[in-house]
């Protein structure tokens, strides 16, 4: 019995060992498949020369080309005041606008003239006396030469022993009483030009008197000199009003001027791209001095420059870089450019377009075009000096870049880039060179590009 387990226990393990040796022989390999690399998905812009607008943007405040403050230079009550003349209120060139009581001055100036026609009356009377005096002159010298004559005949006679030295006396006292009368006379034509000095001198002073008497009567009236908004203004009709004391500031209205901090960087890029600029590469203090008169070697009317008020970015003027001043801000390395805009009231439209008003905050922008078209590419499309390239088998390529300059989002390079290469857009990551690309043309951002770099607010 023990002997019969064992045969089957055999029997059973010998079946077993068969059937696996079986299903061993039996077994099909598994299916290879073809190994395949998943390609990435990237957005991509063909690298092409654009012309850029080069922009310079600065902050600042606006004033008045010109304010005019009106000071009384001569004292009284004020007899009539415009009703316009208020802040804020736009009065034309010409328009009268104060009257100060002109019943002292004009008092003054009637007295001045008196006193010339008095004058010139002396005048003429000293004329008419110098010349009876002359004639008078004539007359006593013609009388001088008779006695004369008559004391030569008296002293003959008297050598003769014809007449008596009594006569002869009496003829030579004749004579020197005639010498003395023309004299006389020759004394009073002596004066007569003192006397007119001090005549004329008198005249000088009194129509000085006449024309500051004038001077007075007009500084009495205030008219507008050109179209202007009122300031400021703090008098009344019936005020009693001083001299060298503020009447009222107005403001010409037709110009202003914005004067804006700019980086001294940004304005060097975009006067370089002007006919005639010299090479930017210089040492900062050369550069500085030369930011003080380089609007006189430029040629600035080229340059297309706006000014926006900051809470009204939508509306803008356009204005000239007339000039900018000498001196740097050591804390923000700007320099202060001067904008002038001219008629900053012309269709203005508050409060979507308002005027350019006395210490208004503005946004001014200083562009011109580069003279030749750049490489340029958005500037999140530069990693690290370096841009990602889809090369010939659609496969990545790093490719390092020198970037001349960056304007915003937009950056221009200089080395490292060709028309026609295809620049990746996307970040990717991993960035590992050869990665195999699945390229797709991104329009929207080739149009947003163009649109940038042509200065347009896509």
């Known amino acids: 019995m023990h002997r019969k387990h064992k045969i ?5 393990l010998i079946a077993g060992i068969a059937f696996v040796v079986m299903m061993v022989k039996l077994k099909q390999p598994p299916e290879r498949e073809a190994e395949q690399m998943a390609a990435t998905t990237a957005r991509i812009l063909e690298v092409a020369p654009l012309t850029v607008r080069t922009e310079a943007r600065g902050y600042g ?28 209120s736009l009065i034309s060139e010409g328009t009268r606008l104060l009257q100060i009581d002109p019943t002292r001055y004009e008092l003054a100036e009637a007295s001045a003239r008196a006193d010339i026609v008095g004058l010139e009356a002396e005048r003429r009377q000293l004329d008419q006396e110098e010349q009876n005096t002359r ?29 008596s030295e009594t006569r002869f006396d009496e003829q030579q006292r004749a ?23 001090t005549l004329n001198a008198r005249l000088a002073r009194s129509e000085s008197a006449l024309a500051n008497a004038r001077k007075d009567l007009e500084d009495t009236r205030f008219e507008a000199p050109w179209d202007m908004r009122v300031h400021q203004s703090e008098i009344e009709t019936g005020q009693q009003v001083s001299p060298n004391q503020t009447l009222f500031v107005a403001d010409d209205i037709t110009a202003a001027e914005a004067t804006v901090q700019l980086q001294i960087s940004a304005l060097r890029r975009v006067v370089s791209q002007l006919p005639g600029a010299t090479d930017q590469k210089t040492d900062n203090n050369k550069a500085h001095q030369g930011f003080a008169d380089f609007h006189q070697q430029l040629p600035l009317d080229s340059l297309t420059v706006r000014v926006h008020p900051t809470g009204a970015l939508d509306s803008q003027w356009s204005g000239k870089l007339t000039r900018v001043t ?3 801000d050591p804390a923000t390395r700007t320099v202060q450019a001067v904008i002038t805009v001219e008629e900053p009231y012309r269709d ?6 308002p005027p350019l008003v006395r210490n208004m905050f503005v946004q001014a922008t200083i562009a011109a075009p580069t003279p030749d078209p750049v490489l340029v590419v958005p500037a999140s499309a530069i990693h690290q000096s370096e841009v ?23 950056a221009v390079v200089s080395d490292g880039l060709e028309p026609g290469d295809r ?7 991993p960035a590992i060179e050869g990665t195999l690309l699945s390229p797709r043309a991104d329009e929207r951002t080739r149009v947003w590009l163009e649109k940038r770099a042509a200065g347009d607010q896509p």
């Open 8 to 12: 089957i226990l055999a029997l059973t």
């Open 61 to 88: 405040q606006v004033l008045p080309a010109r304010s005019w403050q009106a000071v009384a230079n001569v004292g009284g009550r004020i007899t009539w005041k415009h009703p316009d003349l208020e802040s804020g």
């Open 135 to 163: 004639e008078l002159q004539e007359l006593e010298n013609r009388r001088l030469a008779l006695a004369q004559r008559e004391l030569e005949r008296a002293k003959t006679l008297v050598d003769r022993g014809a007449l």
């Open 175 to 197: 004579t020197l009483q005639q010498q003395q009368a023309v004299q006389s006379l020759k004394n009073q034509l002596n004066l007569i030009p003192v006397r007119k000095d």
């Open 326 to 328: 000498g001196s740097l």
């Open 348 to 353: 203005a439209s508050p409060p979507a377009r």
């Open 388 to 410: 990602y390239l889809v090369d010939g088998d659609d496969r990545l390529q790093r490719q390092p870049v020198t970037q001349a300059w960056q304007q915003g989002e937009l």
């Open 423 to 429: 620049l990746i857009l996307d970040d990717l990551v």
